[in-house]
């Protein structure tokens, strides 16, 4: 269901420059509980289907679809980076548009107190 990220495809880097740059800078201590930051791990529900998606938000090497852990670089990363839990998105895919709304935050550093992550 993912594409993979390549190195050479500029469009996933613009993507990611183009959300940074909308970003509101914020303290680590001053991150809601409900936004989806680095190493969250949440959850994304298919609006479509109700099925449920587990992911945990990494960086590039830390990356591995078989644990369910996706790349910030990785087109779904990306649009999901910043949003809050109750928001939804349009996630293009080869075949369509997939409807997602985040449903929950299993976990996150910041809320967790762990701002070393």
């Known amino acids: ?5 390549q190195p050479g495809n ?10 940074l740059e909308r970003a509101v800078v914020t ?3 001053e991150i809601p509980a409900d936004v989806i930051t680095m190493h969250s791990q949440v ?13 945990t938000l ?4 830390e990356a591995n679809i078989a644990e369910d ?9 990306t649009a999901i980076l910043g949003y809050r839990v109750g928001d939804t998105l349009d996630w293009k895919i080869p ?3 997939l409807r997602l709304k985040v ?15």
């Open 95 to 97: 075949n369509g548009t």
């Open 43 to 55: 959850v994304l529900k298919d609006l479509d289907n109700d099925e449920e998606l587990i992911y």
């Open 27 to 29: 303290q680590p201590e």
């Open 1 to 5: 269901m993912e594409e993979e990220f």
């Open 103 to 117: 449903d929950k935050i299993l976990f996150q550093p910041e809320s967790s107190g762990n701002f070393e992550l």
């Open 58 to 61: 990494v960086y590039p090497d």
């Open 10 to 19: 500029k469009n996933y880097l613009d993507d990611l420059t183009y959300e």
């Open 69 to 77: 852990k996706i790349s910030v670089l990785a087109p779904i990363g």
